[in-house]
């Protein structure tokens, strides 16, 4: 039987292991997939741009230029300021001018190798799916979501001024632009070299101490105007409706900049409407239906601008919106139900019941809204709508319905509660014994002509004699002598009325 040798590997001293890098957790548990970027090559890629210094030659400044769109300018103008206040001695300036120049490099270096490293994880990503490698694609797909938002993380801290770039904490931007900022402004640069330098957002949030500790003083916010700055473009940084109103903008020089700076500036709608903007301007430059109210537009004004009843009423302002205004306006009722008017307010301002039933308002709606029936009935409800709103008998007999269209709708207790004859009820089919369930007496069944039919309809003769009916109605009515004659009728009375004494 043949031998097996087996040589185990030789073993590493504990020199060799402690030069060997330590796998991360996840692994050292199931290995890194191929295609993810370890950490390793963050850390390659960090040493590169380390490498690649402060300049980095031409190539360096061309892949900043594609990461950053203002790149170029930006660091063109602080190269001119730094060359002018070279001229001018002034180092710690020259020094705060070059920390945002690194800033600005090194912001772009990371913005050009994190598109790079998102480029490079999705040709990756359509490598793995090409291949069925799904769950190395779902992992890079992943990556490149992460790195995605990111990196348009890093793009928009770009445009938020050099207090947002890359590392700017760490490297003391924030105190470096606290005294730079008001240098330039007091040496006379103006709107037209420190907006291309990237300066705007900076300025409109310049505060004298630690960020959030003071405002700027009142002096300060002036000196952006005089330099040249629109109060557009301070608005558009940032400069809230307090700052802008000091610097010193006239009513119309706003009004020039257009209505949305005006409304930043907190100009009233009022002062603009004198001036002859019209609501429509007010209202494209972000002014609300409020505003508009209260600078003495009228609902008429307000709907040609295309704003909805809902819009007019919910501006609930020191002048509210009433619903006769609306409805002057052009407002349908059932818009201005819409808007949230009950049915009762469109009644009380004059839209009348043929309209609002034309708008599809129904029977229960009116009553509910205290509409008589009568107006209802005019305007062309039936008496079965009535009914089936709630109306009663009573209600619709007085509105002008007949007692004939009335008897196919309610009941003879409903028809004798509203105080119609047995004799009209009887003309409408309704029986002698229906009659008596509705409560109507023995005389109102003999004044209907239903004398022969009493007996039929379950009336006794006491009760007949409690009418004092004649016994000779009893008679017809198929009663014996016997019986009136227990209900207490006279022999005398039942003699008259035809009976015998055999009877």
């Known amino acids: 039987m043949p031998r097996f040798s087996f ?20 692994e050292r548990a199931r290995g890194r997939p191929e295609g993810l970027n370890s950490p390793s090559t963050e850390r390659k890629r960090s040493k590169e741009r380390s490498e690649r210094g402060a300049d980095g030659g031409p190539e360096a400044e061309s892949k900043r230029v594609l990461a950053m769109p203002n790149y170029a300018t930006q660091v063109q103008k602080l190269q001119e300021l730094l060359a002018w206040y070279k001229a001018k001695d002034k180092v710690q300036t020259c020094s705060n001018l070059q920390l945002l120049i690194e800033c600005l490099k090194d912001h772009a270096d990371a913005l050009y190798d994190l598109s790079a490293s ?14 069925d490698q799904f769950k190395l694609a779902a992992q890079l797909d992943d990556k490149c979501k992460q790195d995605d ?3 348009q993380a890093l793009q928009g801290y770009a445009e938020r001024g050099y207090r947002h770039l890359r590392r700017s904490e760490q490297k003391g931007v924030e105190a470096a632009l606290r005294t730079l900022l008001p240098e330039l402004l007091d040496d006379g640069w103006t709107a037209e070299d420190l907006g291309p330098a990237g300066f ?9 101490g630690a960020p959030g500790t003071r405002q ?19 608005a558009e940084a940032g400069l809230g409706q307090t700052a802008i109103t000091t610097t010193g903008f006239s009513v119309q020089e706003l009004l020039a900049e257009g209505c949305a700076t005006c409304r930043v500036a907190g100009v009233a709608a009022g002062q603009l409407k004198q001036a002859g903007v019209t609501a429509g301007e007010l209202k494209d430059g972000g002014y609300q239906p409020l505003d508009l109210l209260e600078a003495g537009f009228s609902a008429q004004e307000l709907k040609a601008i295309g704003l909805s009843a809902p819009m007019c009423r919910s501006a609930r302002a020191a002048v509210p919106v009433r619903a006769g205004q609306l409805r002057q306006a052009g407002f349908s009722a059932r818009e201005l ?21 034309a708008e599809g308002f129904t029977a229960p709606e009116f009553r509910t809204a205290g509409v008589q029936a009568q107006q209802l009935m005019q305007a062309g409800f ?7 709103a709630g109306y009663r008998p009573l209600d619709l007999l007085k509105a002008g319905f007949l007692a004939q269209e009335l008897l196919a709708e309610f009941s003879a207790q409903e028809l004798r509660a509203a105080g119609l004859q047995a004799a009209q009820l009887a003309q409408a089919g309704f029986s002698a014994a229906e009659l008596r369930e509705a409560g109507y007496r023995p005389r109102d069944l003999q004044a209907a002509g239903y004398s022969a039919q009493l007996k ?30 227990l209900a207490g009728y006279q022999p005398h009375e039942l003699r008259q009325a035809g009976y015998t004494p055999h009877c």
């Open 7 to 26: 040589t185990m590997p030789p073993k590493k001293d504990a020199r060799q292991k402690a030069r060997e890098p330590m796998p991360a957790p996840h």
């Open 118 to 131: 998102v480029s490079e994880t999705r040709a990756r990503y359509d490598d793995a799916f090409a291949k």
């Open 149 to 151: 938002g990111a990196l």
């Open 200 to 208: 705007t957002v900076d300025l409109v949030q310049w505060r004298p």
């Open 216 to 234: 700027a003083p009142a002096n300060y916010y002036p000196k952006l105007k005089a330099a040249g700055f629109s109060a557009k473009a301070l």
């Open 337 to 357: 139900e819409d808007a949230g008017y009950v049915l009762h307010e469109l009644w009380k301002v004059g839209y009348s019941v043929e309209e609002l039933k």
């Open 382 to 388: 039936s008496a079965m709508e009535l009914k089936a």
């Open 456 to 485: 039929t309809a379950g009336f006794s003769a006491q009760e007949c004699r409690a009418a004092k009916l004649q016994a000779s109605y009893l008679r017809q009515a198929g009663f014996a002598a016997r019986e009136l004659k």
